[in-house]
């Protein structure tokens, strides 16, 4: 049998990272951040698709695709997560678990970047914790989906429920 998919998904201008602005979001390249993923999701034994997208669209149709061919997904919205009520429904209306992933503490930084429209559908959130949010992210869902194994439910049903 295959190993599970997961989805990385990248918001608008993080396509940017490691070349500006290095004291808020660090050095590393958003392809040093592919690199780190894929040996964490290894490391549980998940393969990964990783997309970045500048486009709203597209990024909800990601997340669309996700539902048919993926476990869960680790998705940081950028400045999406702080104005898109589409991007909400698009998480909450496929039915797998998503993390909410911040590089930058934004609860240390302007008011508009402390509300997230992603949070309250989010499966769990990691802000802060610089590019190493990613790993927390993928490690989170890999022990979702040994939960839900575990109880023989599908990876996206509710682990409270467990
Ligand atoms: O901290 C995060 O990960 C953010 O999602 C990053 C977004 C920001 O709008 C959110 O409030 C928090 C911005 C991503 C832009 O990334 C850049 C990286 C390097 C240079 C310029 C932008």
């Known amino acids: 049998m295959s190993a599970p998919k997961i989805l990385i998904l990248n918001g608008p201008n ?16 958003l392809q040093d951040v592919e690199s780190l993923c894929r040996e964490e999701a290894a490391r ?8 970045q997208s500048n486009h709203e669209g597209d990024l909800i149709d990601a997340l669309h695709r996700a539902r048919l061919e993926a476990a869960g997904v ?13 991007l909400a429904d698009a998480v909450s209306g496929i039915e797998l678990p998503v993390v909410e992933v911040h590089i ?6 302007e008011a508009f970047r402390h509300h997230s429209f992603i949070s ?13 949010g990613y790993r927390l992210g993928i490690a989170q869902l ?6 839900a194994g575990a109880a023989g439910r599908p990876a996206g049903a509710d682990e409270r429920d467990a």
Do not use: C, K, M
């Open 104 to 109: 930058s503490n934004v609860h240390a930084r």
């Open 74 to 86: 680790v998705f940081n919205p950028g400045a999406y997560t702080h104005t898109s009520i589409a």
């Open 14 to 29: 993080l396509n940017l990272l490691g070349t500006r602005e290095p004291t808020v979001y660090g050095q590393q390249t």
């Open 44 to 51: 549980h034994g998940l393969d990964v698709e990783f997309v």
């Open 142 to 147: 890999a022990h979702l989906f040994e939960a």
């Open 120 to 132: 309250p559908v989010a499966a769990a959130v990691f802000i802060g914790a610089g590019v190493n």
